[in-house]
Each structure stands twice: as structure tokens, then as C-alpha cells.
């Protein structure tokens, strides 16, 4: 399968926006966005499904984070509202095949970083 390929990173003060993209191959598999800072492991920030019903959020982003995505384009997307110091991190895309599956796509990362 193709890697994934994230982008839309960069430098933003607090309260800003940001949207992320990733393409690559995707097929059927659900796909989740996930971040990491120095120091800690690897965080889960969202997923979703192949037709966008089921959703899913970690509580430090819910209600100014949304996940999306164009299956016809191969791409699923964050959308970061509100961003905070603390949303600092590199954000990784990841796929697999369902719900119950390990991840085991995973992009190269893009970093994020918000400060005044």
C-alpha cells in the first residue's frame, strides 16, 4: 500500500486555525489522526469510518476538532479550531482495515505549533 502523506502543518498563535490533509491509499479502511510531543507517547486525537457515521474524538479536542474525508480523493482531513499551546505536537494520519485492526499505515508526520 502507499504511504500516507500528511500536510497543512505549521506556526499559528493561540486561538488560530489549521487543516490538515492526508492522501494516500486508502481503500475501505477507517482512518484516525493521531500526535505526539517530546516526552510523551503517542496520542490519539480522532477517527472515522469509511462513510463518515461513526466519529470519534479524544476529550482534549472535542468540540473544536473535526475529522473528515473524500473517499473519491483518497484523503481524510482535521480541521483545528481554537488551537491551544498545548495542541503543539507533530500529527501522524493513520489507517486500518476496521474498527477491531491495529493501525499499521502511518504518514510521516506535520508539525503543529501553536504560541503567541
Known amino acids: 500500500q502507499a504511504e500516507l502523506v500528511e500536510s497543512g502543518g505549521g506556526t499559528v498563535q493561540p486561538g488560530e486555525s489549521l487543516r490538515l490533509s492526508c492522501v494516500g491509499s486508502?481503500?475501505?479502511?477507517?482512518k484516525g489522526w493521531f500526535r505526539q510531543t517530546p516526552g510523551k507517547e503517542r496520542e490519539f486525537v480522532a477517527d472515522?469510518?469509511?462513510?463518515?457515521?461513526?466519529?470519534n474524538y479524544s476529550d482534549p479536542v472535542k468540540g473544536r476538532f473535526t475529522i473528515s474525508r473524500d473517499n473519491d480523493k483518497s484523503a481524510i482531513y482535521l480541521q483545528m479550531n481554537s488551537l491551544k499551546p498545548e495542541d503543539t505536537a507533530i500529527y501522524y494520519c493513520a489507517a486500518k482495515r476496521g474498527w477491531t485492526a491495529e493501525y499499521n499505515t502511518w504518514g510521516q508526520g506535520t508539525q503543529v505549533t501553536v504560541s503567541s
Open positions: 486508502f481503500s475501505n479502511f477507517v
Open positions: 472515522i469510518n469509511f462513510h463518515g457515521s461513526v466519529i
